[in-house]
């Protein structure tokens, strides 16, 4: 018996909620950017980064 039926392969089986996921997050994305407009995406990119910067400089210095 091939071993792919005893145990399927973890890349095909882990992949598809990623995947969705993915998606998901793109069409709320876009939603919420053409809704909410330019600013509210400025911000939120600015918080992102910011927070970004915090947790890489208490990685490197912690």
Do not use: E
């Amino acid at each position: 018996m091939p071993r792919s039926l005893i145990r399927p392969d973890p890349r095909k089986t882990q992949a598809p909620p990623p995947a969705v996921a993915n998606a998901a997050g793109g069409v709320l994305g876009a939603r919420t950017a053409l809704r909410r407009g330019a600013g509210f995406v400025r911000v939120a990119l600015l918080c992102t980064v910011v927070v970004l910067v915090v947790k890489l400089a208490i990685d490197h210095w912690a």
